[in-house]
């Protein structure tokens, strides 16, 4: 079935397996608007109730494959997107339940290897299932990042720099399947992102923070050969706030492939707090851009 113009998707049901924040709700607004019925599965412990509860929806534990299944099944649903961040829980608090354990041993070895390993091969045991996965941002257009300088805020060749060094730093980390994201404050890296995510990351790039120096940039992007379909790398006007609030001077992330939670209050965010926000190109380097606004 052919819904509005938006993706093309195989029955009458979108299935939105949610993590935290206000992204879920987002694509199923865009899907509703669509035509098109969604349930969403939040995940316990990790979903907001304030986000799915306008839509049809269950809480299930993140383990509990085989309730999951089930409830995607019985609610018709054959296309799922997997959207929000979900902490990665210990192997002794999963508690799966048996379709969970059958499906923790065809996943294997990925179980644990980085978030991008690991969603990849859930991605898989989904599609071998039966289901067709799409990409948060195939519904949410509007939200992905563009190239260039959003907002008045230009960065100076020595912001460009760090961007330059940042981009290596991530794609490094990114093959080692590490994280997204990294701070950079003239050439000397204060902090990589793992597991811990953007947020404390950010933490730690303000404790290690160079006095007398510009401040740090935030750089986001894609692992290399990462999948579209999760986990794609999101910045907010919180984001924006949080790297103002340790004394970073802009955020350079990967156009076309970054969400950008409301854009119009990022760029606002950035221009209140003096910092500028930058889309830059997958394989190219920073350059100073003109151009501002939404």
């Known amino acids: 079935m052919v819904v509005g113009q938006g993706p093309k998707l195989t029955g009458s049901c979108l299935g939105i397996l949610a993590g935290g ?39 299930i534990r993140l383990a509990a494959a085989g309730e999951i299944l089930s409830c995607l099944r019985a609610e018709g649903c054959r296309d799922l997107v997997l959207i929000g961040p979900v902490r990665r829980p210990s192997f002794s608090d999963l508690r799966p339940d048996a379709a969970g354990v059958r499906i923790m041993g065809r996943i294997g070895r990925a179980l644990f290897s980085g978030d991008d390993g690991l969603l990849a091969a859930i991605v898989r045991v989904l599609t071998e299932e039966g289901f067709v996965i799409h990409g948060a941002h195939e519904f949410l257009s509007g939200s992905v990042g563009r190239s260039g300088v959003l907002g008045r805020i230009q960065p100076d060749f020595g912001a460009l720099a760090d961007i330059r060094r940042g981009q290596n730093v991530v794609e490094a980390i990114g093959r080692l399947d590490i994280g997204q994201g990294c701070v950079v404050q003239d050439g ?62 802009g955020i350079a992330f990967q156009a076309g492939a970054t969400l950008m939670i409301d854009s119009a209050a990022c760029i606002a965010a950035a221009d209140e707090a003096g910092l500028f926000l930058m889309g830059i190109d997958e394989g190219a380097a920073a350059m100073p851009a003109t151009g501002t606004g939404e």
């Not at 509703?32 to 316990?44: D, M, N, P, S, T």
């Not at 303000?206 to 999760?230: S, T």
């Open 21 to 59: 924040g206000p992204l879920p709700g987002q694509v199923a607004r865009t899907v509703e608007g669509l035509g098109c019925r969604v349930f969403i599965i939040g995940f316990q412990d990790f979903a907001e109730p304030r986000v799915i509860e306008p839509w049809p929806h269950r809480y």
């Open 188 to 249: 000397l890296v204060l902090a990589v992102e793992a597991m811990e995510g953007t947020d404390r990351m950010l933490l730690r790039a303000g404790e290690c923070r160079q006095p007398g120096r510009p401040g740090g940039v935030l750089v986001k992007m894609l692992k290399p050969g990462q999948d579209f379909r999760a986990d794609l790398p999101t910045i907010g006007s919180d984001t924006v706030r949080r790297a103002a609030e340790v004394g970073l001077r």
